[in-house]
């Protein structure tokens, strides 16, 4: 069985959530999603609880069984919290402003980089070398936070480009390490 699969999502207060045959409908204060899921599972709400199980031990059912719930419990857990993936500049010159709602990046190339805010998600600049990408779904935040990064990613040498905040780059030591 699977352990993550088995454990119930805990719905807070504020949360709605719908079951509509095999789509999941989560509402809350800071938006609505909702997901497809698999066919096979089953998808209940009990009280102030959300139950996935599943049918069989079939070896897609299984795979399936731990991802429903974790997509499930990431909708639950972005409309009432949201998501935040912080960015960090690193190297002389290096900067980013935002101009109306999109980000202006100076990377050392002979042109800004013009990132324009997809739908659903929001970006924060509290100063010139980081840069908050916010949403409610993790997976997009994920994604833009992704394609921000490999606009210049950090190169191993010096360690200059855009890497997530908190992120370890591996150092390499160069010609004087003979």
């Not at 800071?30 to 899921?37: A, H, V, W």
């Not at 998808?43 to 795979?63: Q, W």
């Amino acid at each position: 069985m699977s352990r993550i699969g088995k454990k119930p999502v805990q719905i807070p207060a504020g949360v709605e959530v719908a079951v509509d045959g095999n789509k999941v409908i989560v509402k809350g204060p800071k938006g609505t999603l909702e997901q497809d899921f698999y066919e096979k599972l089953t998808v209940s709400v009990e009280g102030s609880e959300l139950v996935v199980t599943r049918p069989d031990d079939e070896r897609e059912t299984r795979a399936r069984h731990g991802l429903t719930r974790a997509l499930i419990h990431n909708m639950v857990v972005g409309v009432s919290e949201g998501y935040v993936k912080g960015l960090e500049l690193a190297g002389v010159g290096y900067r980013v402003q935002q101009k109306g709602r999109d980000l202006e990046f100076s990377l050392g190339y002979s042109h800004p980089v013009i990132v324009e805010q997809p739908e659903g998600i929001t970006f924060e600049v509290p100063d010139n070398t980081h840069v908050n990408v916010k949403g409610i779904n993790k997976q997009q935040v994920g994604q833009v936070a992704a394609e921000i990064r490999a606009k210049r990613p950090p190169e191993p040498y010096k360690g200059k480009g855009i890497h997530y905040v908190g992120e370890h780059i591996r150092r390499k030591l160069g010609k004087a390490a003979k």
